[in-house]
């Protein structure tokens, strides 16, 4: 049974929220009557729900719409700041589960949101902050760490399969005979059920679990070659082009 948190927005549009976890810590499936974005300072949390898995690495956020069933797994310590969000508070706000960027100064906003009142006059400094960060919301830009899960059984079970065991070159042909596809049949399947070529759902699942292991801290080189990189510098160039720094300094930095 899914258990429902319910959210009273009666003075303010949000409630902020800090909490830490620790390694291997989980939440199981639940909801909120409220829209929810939980933004990570520090380590990496799994989000899951019936469409697929949402990774959000350290200094991302993610973003679930009211009524989202969802579980919550932690990778690493976590420091998780969340803003819990009327969803009649702007009539624009995401419709859709997203991992997404978080500007600086949207991380301020929510740093400094925990320390409002409840209660608070119009036009005063703390109204204007709380609108604040709902203007930043509807701007934030989504990034690619979505891994979507496809509806039908022999496409689920590929999935499953690569995601046992990503460090396999798992080849179109290779998927397509497991499958009973033709190449072609695959990957019209796959853009149709997950919006993402067979190749492009490969490759995210690798970088997804990338992003787990290194926030694990296991060693750069030890998780390029575990994930199929044939060098330390394959692995890095992937990481960097997604993510705009190298793995290293990625996790150093964050």
């Known amino acids: 049974m899914t258990t429902t948190t319910t959210f009273s927005f009666t003075q303010r549009p949000l409630v902020p929220y800090a909490h830490d976890y620790r390694h291997g810590d989980s939440e199981p499936y639940h909801q909120h009557d409220c829209a929810q974005l939980l933004h990570s300072l520090s380590g990496v949390v799994r989000v899951d729900t019936v469409a697929g898995c ?3 690495p350290p200094g991302r956020g993610v973003w679930l719409p ?3 069933q969802h579980a919550i797994r ?3 310590n976590v420091a998780a ?6 969803p009649l508070a702007r009539a624009d706000l995401p419709a859709s589960c997203q991992i997404v960027q978080i500007s600086p100064l949207l991380r301020e ?3 400094a949101s925990l320390d409002l009142p ?6 005063s400094r703390d109204e204007r902050v709380y609108e604040l960060i709902l203007d930043e919301i509807r701007t934030m830009p989504v990034l ?9 059984e022999p496409l689920h ?3 499953q399969q690569i995601r046992q065991d990503p460090g396999l070159a798992w080849s179109s042909a290779q998927a397509a005979s497991l499958t009973s596809m033709s190449e072609r049949t695959l990957n019209r399947h796959f853009q149709q059920q997950t919006g993402l070529s067979y190749g492009e759902w490969t490759r995210r699942a690798r970088l997804v679990e990338a992003l787990l292991r290194l926030a694990q801290g296991q060693p750069v080189l030890r998780v390029a070659l575990d994930l199929g990189y044939g060098s330390h510098s394959a692995f890095t160039a992937m990481f960097r082009r997604v993510m705009g720094i190298s793995p290293s300094d990625y996790f150093k930095d964050v």
């Open 144 to 152: 690619p760490f979505h891994l979507p899960e496809p509806q039908s």
């Open 54 to 56: 949402w990774v959000v």
């Open 81 to 86: 700041r969340t803003l819990f969000i009327d």
């Open 157 to 159: 079970q590929l999935c």
């Open 66 to 68: 009211a009524g989202t």
């Open 74 to 76: 932690i990778t690493g």
């Open 109 to 111: 906003l929510i740093v």
């Open 118 to 123: 409840e209660s608070y006059s119009p036009g």
